[in-house]
């Protein structure tokens, strides 16, 4: 395959005038560990090592009303208690320190254009965080798509969305990770015609039937559903899931691989720590051709090492997936953790070069920047 690289990047310069669609009062964000009593359950199972099983793809559309009350069994780790929180608030390690925001202006931003893609090519454009427009096998999936300036407890948005809303072609299905604010935005989602496809992960079904969405597959970890020749797998992650306070892990967590007819794949890992479970998707799926990664909101470790990759742990993740390419996420959009927010970009290309890795697998693309595969 080769590859079509989007024009040189240009400084970004952060929104000036809030949505008053979208804004909402501050409130402590829900993106990040919270307090939890510790958890006493069962260990999540090693990966498996003996054949790899073929998983039975169900249909689309699909919405199950037996699943657990909690999958807090599947936490890599306990969610942190009292003592961690205290913690957090004594250090107040929430938000980059002065010097650590002076580098906004110099964030990547350049949108461009959509480039074309037919149903032999697979077209990446990061939107922003973890919103991507994938084009693959001739279909338009959005990935935990945020279009909304301010979320949930968060400040506004470092960089504007990547894609303006009304230069997107018709979207043909939605994959959402887990439930969180950043992840799962109401007032975007609200823009989606009710009949689109939406793949979320099991339990998360009844919040968009509540909304009118009727065409919602939901899928346990190592499932699958397949729309119109793409196949989309359903995988683990490092994380958890919370979006009120009652809700704590009452529904699951993960990635995507979507697979085109050709055998092409694309992993989406949504948000997620480090872990083993990187080595074993990609042994379950093997010849990952692009992984999307996070690369930010890791600072302080001891506070959110379990549940996001730092830029080193995510080229780790790249290398344990066995995929071809790396494209970074989660980062130069919102404000979530304490590191400066430029470093997540310097410490990923430095860890790239340190793995010997080549330099044009790397796609570390600016919000708006597209990348595409052609056979």
């Given at each position: 395959?080769?590859?079509r690289t989007a024009p040189p990047a240009r400084a970004a310069q952060p929104p000036s005038s809030p949505d008053p669609v979208t804004a909402r009062p501050p409130a402590p964000p829900l993106t990040g560990p919270e307090p939890a009593p510790p958890l006493t359950g069962p260990v999540p199972a090693p990966p498996l090592t003996g054949p790899v099983p073929a998983p039975v793809l169900q249909p689309v559309g699909r919405l199950r009303h037996d699943w657990p009350r909690?999958?807090?069994?599947?936490?890599?780790?306990?969610?942190?208690?009292?003592?961690?929180l205290a913690r957090l608030a004594r250090e107040g390690a929430v938000r980059p320190r002065p010097e650590g925001l002076r580098d906004i202006p110099l964030l990547p931003f350049e949108p461009g254009p959509l480039p074309p893609a037919g149903p032999d090519t697979v077209a990446v454009t990061w939107a922003g965080h973890a919103s991507w427009v994938l084009r693959i096998g001739g279909l338009t999936v959005l990935t935990d798509p945020v279009w909304s300036r301010r979320i949930f407890g968060t400040p506004a948005r470092l960089t504007p969305v990547g894609v303006r809303w009304e230069d997107l072609p018709a979207v043909d299905a939605v994959v959402i990770s887990h439930n969180h604010f950043d992840h799962l935005d109401a007032p975007t989602l609200r823009r989606l015609?009710?009949?689109?496809?939406v793949f979320v992960p099991a339990?998360?079904?009844r919040w968009f039937a509540r909304r009118?969405?009727?065409r919602v597959t939901e899928l346990d970890w190592w499932e699958a559903a397949e729309l119109d020749g793409v196949r989309f797998d359903f995988v683990p992650a490092h994380h958890w899931s919370k979006r009120t306070l009652l809700d704590t892990c009452r529904s699951l967590w993960g990635g995507w691989v979507l697979t085109d007819r050709s055998g092409r794949r694309v992993h989406f890992a949504g948000d997620t720590g480090y872990g083993h479970w990187f080595a074993e998707i990609g042994r379950r799926?093997?010849?990952i051709d692009l992984a999307l990664l996070p690369i930010g909101a890791y600072a302080p470790r001891w506070w959110l090492s379990d549940v996001h990759t730092d830029?080193?742990?995510a080229v780790r993740a790249h290398q344990d997936l066995g995929a071809r390419r790396m494209a970074p996420m989660h980062w130069a959009t919102f404000v979530l953790s304490s590191e400066p927010v430029l470093e997540p970009l310097?410490?990923?290309r430095a860890a790239w070069e340190k793995a010997g890795l080549p330099r044009e697998e790397l796609w570390d693309l600016p919000v708006g920047g597209s990348r595409v595969l052609v056979p």
């Open positions: 395959m080769t590859e909690t999958f807090a069994d599947r936490l890599t780790a306990p969610l942190p208690g009292v003592r961690a015609p009710r009949h689109t496809p339990g998360l079904g009118g969405f009727h799926h093997p010849g830029p080193e742990e310097t410490r990923v």
